[in-house]
Each structure stands twice: as structure tokens, then as C-alpha cells.
């Protein structure tokens, strides 16, 4: 319905940050006068976001007031508590209508409901729109009405509901920003304080991304024209530039997801990509994938702090510093995990196979506590999701949804041979050892002395030795999970 001439809309940017395919904006520019903010959320309900999203969303927050400065609008930030100030900023200017777009975190639809509810009471109208997700969560239900558990029905669920939805143009142009007094909370984009200085540890990430819109569509386009063929099975492999990369944008949502399967899929019609039928399907799994973890979230709220299958409760985790240290350092003497902890630390990026095995490691090989890696990726990584972040962690683990059987303890030597088999992802982020040959790469502490002094390697000086042997660590590990109870459903 369109609103009044004259009547002011209020639109709050959130994981959103994109003209394209924004239905809450679309809806705020049917005014006849509009005003966009972005609220640096001091709610204390919230999580606080990592590092490396810090850096990220200051250079997409950027770029979208440059966008919106070219449809002749811009926007304003504001920091506090959004539930005081979004009710507040509307009476402010007489908005008739605030719009955003949802998202599905217990803290975050608490605050959204919250603020809802104020406006009412000020007759104010605000609404909310998908603007995030395929499928939302309350759409897709199990045959008994609950949430569903297992990844492939779920995903067969969600085909079988409706094809995905179009994704929307951007406007033409935006009313412009009207001329308002003060409002409570404002500050620059550079008050936020989400560059890193003293020391600037950013530099690997400004050579790796180029966050907002444009940057998202070239990652896209630079995917379908040279990482789509073969990405059914070359996903896996770290060496190869097999994965889409896409993961910061749409967490950021510089990018959307309908989007992305639109631009898919007309670039396989019209033979613009050299990637096969199987190889898009493949792709569009990975994208369930980020729907499910989002499923998962929406119905168990707790999913970053609390075991999904309560029977791990009682696992005995070890509280080992120096171990998770040289995890997070990537100095753990396995240079396939090594160098997929480097590439997070250096890029704030790590490879789906490779994140299987770094995560596979810190449980299962040094017995340390999930949340804890939860938390390091939480902080290190660009693309860090309140849903597919702990559902990925859970899996790995053993005690989430659709997870991973504990026994599925990950070698990494032979991952590493398997799927980094020239050494070549390796050497890109372990120096020290690039010149081993390929077959004692994936295991340097085999090589022979005169190999390791022609590699300039001296171990447990230049490289460290493992810090746990795998056979001693994978026996410790089926013991540790052999203890727990058998009960393995989720407790209602």
C-alpha cells in the first residue's frame, strides 16, 4: 500500500547492506521522503562482532553510502541501544513508517519485537521483510509441524515448497535525506573504531576482499566464469580456486542469496559459465546448507554456547592453553592445518574442507572444547554467521544437528594428501617448509635429514614437530567419546 504523499519513512540497514534486492528498502522508498540509518547495536543481548567483520562491515558501510549518495539519498549511523533508538529517531522525525529486514538470532527478534511494539504505541507503522534467506525458518516444517533435524529433507523440503522467489531491482533513485536536526546517538563511520591501528593486522584482508555490492558481484561473476566447472568435486580441494568466496558478502548481505541463485542460473541457461548442471546443483546445496544452519538458530537459540545432543555435556574436555594456542597460531607440527589457520589469520578466510579439518583437530585430536574454536572463528573470520558458525562447529564435533558421527576423526596427513596433493595450499602459508617435495610435504617430520636440510628445515626449531601424534590422539578420542551417555536425541 503506498503511504501518503509527504509521509516519512525510516529505514534501518542491518545484514543488509545493498540497494539490490532489498525489500525493507524498496518498501521505504515509495515515500516521499526517506531516512536510512545503520545502528552500531550496543544492546547488551547482542554478541559482539569479531575483528575481522569489524573491518569488514567499516569498508561495506563505505561503500553503500557511496551508493546511496548516487541515487541521490545517504545514510546515517548512529550508535546505542537500537531498542531505544530506532522508537526515538522515528518520533524524531515524524516517520510514518520504519521498514527492515529480519533476522532470526533469540536476542535480535526479541530487540525487533520490542521495537515493534513501541511504535505501535506511537501509531507509527513498522514492517518487516525477508530480505536474508531462501526459505525462512517458520516456513519449513518436519510432517509433525516441528522443526526438521536432518539437512536433506529439510532441503528437499524447501524445493518442494516453492521455487525461489525472484530477487528485486534496486531503485532508480531514493528521496533525498532529508535535512533533520541532531539525532540521539549519531557518530561518523569513523567513531565506530572498527579499523584495526596499533597494530593494523588488516593488511591480508584489504589484499583478499573488496567488500560491498560491487565487489560481491565480481566475486560472483569470477566464480561462474572460472570456479564453477568442476566444483562438485573440486570444492574440496584448497589449491584450486574451486569455491565461490562468497560467504563474507552474504553474511554482510552485500550480496543476496536469491540474487546469487538468480545470476546461477541464468548463466548455466545461457552457457555464460563452463560449470555443468550437476556442478550448480552441487553449488546450491551449500547454499541449504547456510539455510539449515539458520533453521537450526531460529529453533534452538542457543546453538553457539549449548550442545545440541545434550548426552555431550559430559564429554571430558581437556583445558589445554598451549595446545589451543598452537591451534590458533597455526603451530601445531600438521601442515594442513597449519596452513588453513594461517589463511584465517592472514586473509580472514579459511576453506570449507580445510575448516573441517582445523575443527576436526581442536575436538577430536587435542580434546578441546568446540565453543572454543566457535569463538576464534567467530573473531577471526570475514564471513563470521550467527547460525552457520556454531552449526558447522556442532557438526564437526558430533553433537549437533545432522551431525557428523564421533567416530569420523578427520587424519591430517592424509586430508592433506588427499586434497592439497602438489603441497601447493601449503606452501602458500607455511614458508618455512615450501621447498619439501610434494610427498613429504603433508608430513615433514618423515622426511630424511639430508631432505630437511636442502629445505632449510630444522624441526622443532624452524617448523615445530606435531604436538600430538595422531594415532595416540585418535584412541584418546574414541575413548573420550565411547564414555557418553547413548541417549543422543535433542531434549525438547
Not at 241 to 257: K, N, Q
Amino acid at each position: 500500500m503506498p503511504l501518503p504523499s509527504g509521509v516519512t519513512a525510516l529505514h534501518w540497514f542491518r545484514n543488509d547492506l545493498r540497494l539490490d534486492d532489498n525489500p525493507a528498502l524498496k518498501r521505504a522508498s515509495e515515500s516521499g521522503a526517506m531516512l536510512a540509518i545503520f545502528i552500531d547495536e550496543t544492546d547488551g543481548t547482542l554478541r559482539p562482532r569479531g575483528g575481522a567483520q569489524g573491518w569488514f562491515l567499516h569498508h561495506a558501510l563505505a561503500r553503500l553510502g557511496e551508493s546511496l549518495r548516487e541515487k541521490g539519498s545517504d545514510m546515517i549511523i548512529l550508535r546505542g541501544e537500537s531498542r531505544v533508538l530506532v522508537p526515538r529517531v522515528a518520533a524524531a522525525i515524524g516517520a510514518g513508517l520504519v521498514t527492515w529486514n529480519r533476522r532470526y538470532g533469540a536476542a535480535e527478534r526479541e530487540i525487533d519485537a520490542g521495537i515493534k511494539a513501541d511504535l505501535k504505541a506511537q501509531d507509527i507503522s513498522a514492517e518487516s521483510y525477508n530480505g536474508h534467506l531462501l526459505y525462512e525458518p517458520m516456513e519449513i516444517r518436519s510432517q509433525a509441524g516441528g522443526p526438521m533435524r536432518v539437512f536433506t529433507p529439510f532441503w528437499r523440503a524447501c524445493r518442494a515448497k516453492r521455487p525461489v522467489e525472484a530477487p528485486l531491482s534496486p531503485p532508480e533513485t531514493l528521496p533525498p535525506l532529508p535535512a533533520f536536526p541532531d539525532l540521539p546517538g549519531r557518530v561518523t563511520l569513523d567513531d565506530l573504531g572498527l579499523l584495526p591501528t596499533k597494530p593494523d593486522w588488516a593488511g591480508g584482508l584489504r589484499e583478499t576482499w573488496e567488500p560491498g555490492e560491487a565487489g560481491a558481484r565480481k566475486r560472483l561473476l569470477t566464480f561462474l566464469t572460472d570456479g564453477l566447472k568442476g566444483y562438485a568435486e573440486d570444492r574440496n580441494r584448497p589449491d584450486l580456486p574451486s569455491t565461490s568466496m562468497l560467504s563474507p558478502h552474504l553474511a554482510m548481505g552485500d550480496i543476496s542469496v536469491r540474487r546469487i541463485w538468480q545470476v546461477t542460473e541464468q548463466a548455466l541457461q545461457a552457457g555464460e559459465t563452463r560449470g555443468s548442471a550437476n556442478d550448480v546443483e552441487k553449488f546450491f546445496s551449500e547454499l541449504g546448507w547456510r539455510e539449515f544452519a539458520h533453521h537450526l538458530l531460529y529453533h534452538y537459540p542457543t546453538l553457539a554456547s549449548v550442545n545440541y545432543q545434550p548426552k555431550f555435556n559430559a564429554f571430558p574436555w581437556d583445558t589445554n592453553a598451549k595446545a589451543l594456542s598452537a591451534w590458533q597460531k597455526g603451530l601445531t607440527g600438521y601442515p594442513i592445518v597449519d596452513a588453513g589457520m594461517r589463511q584465517l589469520w592472514q586473509t580472514g578466510f579459511m576453506h570449507n574442507r580445510v575448516r573441517m579439518i582445523v575443527a576436526s583437530f581442536l575436538i577430536k585430536h587435542l580434546l578441546i572444547d568446540w565453543r572454543e574454536g566457535e569463538k576464534w572463528f567467530w573473531d577471526t573470520l570475514c564471513d563470521a554467521d550467527p547460525a552457520n558458525n556454531p552449526a558447522s562447529w556442532q557438526w564437526v564435533a558430533g553433537s549437533g544437528a545432522d551431525a557428523a558421527p564421533y567416530f569420523r576423526i578427520f587424519n591430517p596427513i592424509t586430508q592433506g594428501e588427499k586434497f592439497d596433493p602438489d603441497g601447493n595450499f601449503v606452501r602458500a602459508y607455511i614458508p618455512e617448509i615450501a621447498k619439501l617435495p610434494a610427498k613429504m610435504i603433508h608430513r615433514p617430520w618423515e622426511a630424511p635429514g639430508p631432505v630437511l636440510i636442502r629445505a632449510g628445515i630444522r624441526l622443532g626449531e624452524t617448523y615445530p614437530r606435531p604436538i600430538v601424534s595422531h594415532e595416540d590422539a585418535r584412541e584418546r578420542a574414541l575413548e573420550a567419546f565411547k564414555s557418553l551417555p547413548a541417549a543422543a536425541s535433542h531434549a525438547e
